[in-house]
């Protein structure tokens, strides 16, 4: 037996049934006082749209909070979810290790999805950096700050592949790639844990939404998922075993079903595939409410049940639903579960305490180590950094007004000349606290720079109106027109799925009014979701997609716009053409009929198949060349080879991205799946060599007696710039 396990045994045997039942209750701090509301009736206030996730927020850190600290001192609670300030926390702790009979640690959990203190771009546009030490960096970052605050794990990453836009939380994911999603999430494991979990500055990640909370139906959250078993362990369950595989310490269940059965009450997912088959024996812990949510989905008829059927298939710990604290303890009394199932979730509880170190070192921050944590210098630079390399170039023309000669050489607009005069437009461009994103918890609007802030600070010469009727007025003194559109911060997100993607009206009016100018129109995109965007794709000659970049969010665009920053970002989602071809992604199965002139095809009548902006693709200020593309198989291993020659002015970054079809297999495949990528630093004028080697176990898939096989005669290897630009590579 382990020393560590010894030691869980130990404490085991000393616990009364009610102790072990309080370590799997996490508390969220209900609110007393003016507000007269608790923390669950708050979270329903925001579920049902009563209240913005900013009100929500806004209430929680203002509102007098009740700990519930006699249930406290009982040893009722385990956990607390919330609570990001080292005072509170110490003092909570100081509580639960000097007050209760055992004296065992609390865990404090906190959403930290994208930053603390010091917000980096949404998940999503920091996908779109194909950046794995980047994430990294920025895990680490947020791990520093988080922890001096008192957090010791995180909700996060989330790594549901999220292949409709319509769907809100598409924005706290790495898009609609099941490798991405998984490259992305162990970078964030290995930033937010480090090298030691018990270290100072470590925290745990809980991975979520297990299972396949993205392929959610109609894009419309908490709503159900229902698809083929070889569909889930192809497209959806790989990128939480890659995280599972990094280390990860927690996994949080998702709310939805998988094919009738809640995450929350599905053995078959938590304890044989989780624990049985990926050997994961770290802590699970529920989705907020969603034990009790049961009822609703109609699995279970009481809440009872609910805390029996949720203990049995895996779940450890209750996020704020009460069930367990409020059953479980007469379940076992009265023999309808057995005390052993209990004691494994207690265990699994308490072996990641132990290793965060707590029964060591309970306190492991203090209010002055909190003073000088957060908002370093060096944060910002690499939220800085990490929001450059999140932006998308999407369009970049020239642009020839009605008096230029067509001798004349017209050069694209982007990037700007010095010297140059904005005319800006859009509320967003002033709006500090919108560029955030959703699930920014700990952000300060006054820590974020917007555009106009950052025009300001740079002197750069700028005129700006969130109205049109001021247009004739700033475009005689304006070089170029910038329209800054997209969405609000709340507009996605969790509880923020939309039916239609595309721009509103007022912004979509605006766009014309600017382009009926004559001057050089740039669109600059704030947003949480790829947005359908055909009339400004079509008509406005430079787009960016900046989304919702995070405290430096101003300073970054100013670098992309004005060519400090050669852009090097690639989508990780498709932006489709219209709202009615959600879901669509690159990765899609071939029909019988494929999309072509013929009207008896898969196509829309209303509607071009293809999308507006493909996965993968992004525009540089520079040009690149592919050259001397070869491939050989040895024994296991197929290896890849290419030249990428930046053919351009600038110096500039590509991201070399390596697909693979199976044209003929038992089971009908992809037309394409992503296998392999490298992001690489090409001066200008010189020649960079890639190498990919792809190993053949990682070419197969699940035939329909769920036998995982590789069939290597018809398949066909890609390389491209994206998934629609690429080169058929032969083999040697």
């Given at each position: 037996m382990k020393k560590q396990d010894k030691k869980i045994r130990d404490l085991l045997d000393q616990m009364t049934l009610e102790e072990k039942v309080g370590q799997l209750q996490q508390c969220g701090p209900s609110l007393v006082g003016a507000f007269e509301v608790s923390f669950e009736e708050l979270l329903d206030m925001m579920f049902d749209g009563r209240i913005s996730q900013e009100e929500f927020g806004r209430l929680m850190a203002t509102a007098e909070q009740d700990f519930h600290e006699e249930d406290l001192r009982a040893g009722k609670i385990g956990s607390y979810n919330g609570v990001g300030d080292a005072?509170?926390?110490?003092?909570?702790q100081k509580i639960a290790v000097e007050e209760t009979r055992l004296g065992i640690p609390l865990l404090f959990g906190f959403d930290v999805i994208?930053?603390?203190?010091?917000?980096?771009?949404?998940?999503?546009?920091?996908?779109?950096a194909w950046d794995p030490d980047l994430w990294e960096r920025?895990?680490?970052m947020a791990a520093e700050e988080a922890t001096a605050g008192g957090v010791h794990m995180t909700f996060a990453p989330m790594v549901d592949v999220a292949k409709d836009a319509r769907w809100g939380r598409v924005s706290e994911g790495a898009g609609e790639d099941v490798l991405l999603n998984g490259l992305y999430g162990a970078a964030k494991v290995r930033g937010f844990q480090g090298e030691n979990l018990a270290k100072e500055d470590a925290m745990a990640a809980c991975v979520k939404h297990f299972a396949a909370y993205g392929a959610c139906e109609a894009g419309r959250d908490y709503n159900r998922v229902d698809m083929s078993m070889q569909r889930l362990w192809e497209e959806y369950l790989p990128s939480y075993k890659m995280c599972i595989d990094t280390g990860a310490r927690a996994v949080m269940p998702a709310f939805n079903d998988i094919n009738g059965v809640p995450c929350s009450v599905n053995p078959w997912l938590l304890k044989n595939v989780l624990r049985k088959q990926w050997g994961f024996d770290g802590m699970t812990v529920s989705d907020a409410n969603a034990i009790a949510e049961c009822v609703n989905h109609g699995i279970v008829s009481d809440k009872r049940t609910a805390a029996k059927e949720a203990l049995e298939a895996g779940v450890d710990m209750d996020m704020t639903s009460n069930s367990y604290s409020e059953y479980l303890a007469d379940l076992i009394r009265d023999g309808e579960i057995g005390e052993t199932v209990l004691d494994e979730a207690v265990s699994n509880i308490l072996r990641v305490k132990f290793e965060l170190g707590l029964f060591e070192n309970p306190y492991k921050t203090s209010e002055e180590r909190e003073s000088k944590a957060f908002m370093k210098p060096e944060y910002r630079e690499l939220a800085r950094e990490a929001a450059t390399k999140s932006i998308v170039l999407l369009k970049n023309d020239t642009h020839v007004d009605a008096c230029s000669s067509e001798s004349e050489k017209a050069e694209k607009i982007l990037p700007l000349q010095d010297g140059t005069r904005l005319g800006i437009f859009g509320k967003l461009a002033a709006d500090k606290g919108e560029m955030t994103g959703a699930w920014a918890i700990g952000a300060n609007?006054?820590?974020?720079v917007s555009l106009l802030e950052a025009c300001e600070k740079q002197g750069i010469a700028y005129q700006y109106s969130d109205e049109d009727n001021r247009i004739a007025d700033i475009v005689s003194e304006s070089d170029v027109l910038i329209a800054v559109l997209g969405e609000k911060k709340d507009q996605s997100g969790e509880a923020a799925s939309r039916a239609d993607i595309t721009l509103t009206e007022e912004q979509l009016a605006l766009v014309r009014n600017l382009l009926a100018t004559g001057k050089p129109v740039v669109a600059v995109l704030f947003n949480g979701r790829p947005l359908a965007i055909p009339y400004?794709?079509?008509h406005v000659p430079a787009i960016v997609e900046a989304w919702h970049p995070g405290v430096e969010a101003g300073n970054a665009l100013l670098d992309i716009l004005f060519g400090k920053v050669n852009p090097s970002g690639r989508l990780t989602t498709t932006f489709p053409y219209a709202s009615g071809q959600c879901p669509t992604y690159y990765a899609h199965i071939n029909t019988g009929r494929p999309?072509?002139?013929?009207?008896?095809?898969?196509?829309?009548?209303?509607?071009?198949l293809e999308p507006v902006f493909p996965f993968g693709y992004g525009l540089s200020y520079t040009q690149f060349e592919y050259l001397d593309q070869g491939m050989e198989r040895e024994g296991d291993v197929f290896r890849i080879s290419l030249k990428v020659k930046n053919i351009g002015a600038r110096d500039g970054q590509e991201v070399v991205q390596c697909y693979i079809q199976n044209k003929t297999a038992k089971r009908v495949r992809p037309v394409?799946?992503?296998?392999?990528?490298e992001k690489i630093n090409i001066k200008a004028g010189e020649t960079a060599e890639v190498n990919f080697e792809i190993p053949i176990s990682e070419l197969g898939y699940y035939d329909w007696d769920m036998q995982y096989i590789t069939e290597l005669q018809d398949i066909s290897f890609y390389i491209g710039s994206d998934s629609q630009n690429c080169i058929k590579i032969d083999m040697n």
């Open positions: 005072a509170t926390a110490n003092r909570l994208h930053g603390f203190r010091t917000i980096t771009p949404i998940p999503l546009g920091e996908s779109c920025t895990g680490r609007p006054e820590d974020c400004v794709a079509e999309g072509g002139k013929s009207k008896f095809t898969s196509k829309y009548l209303d509607t071009p394409k799946e992503l296998k392999a990528f």
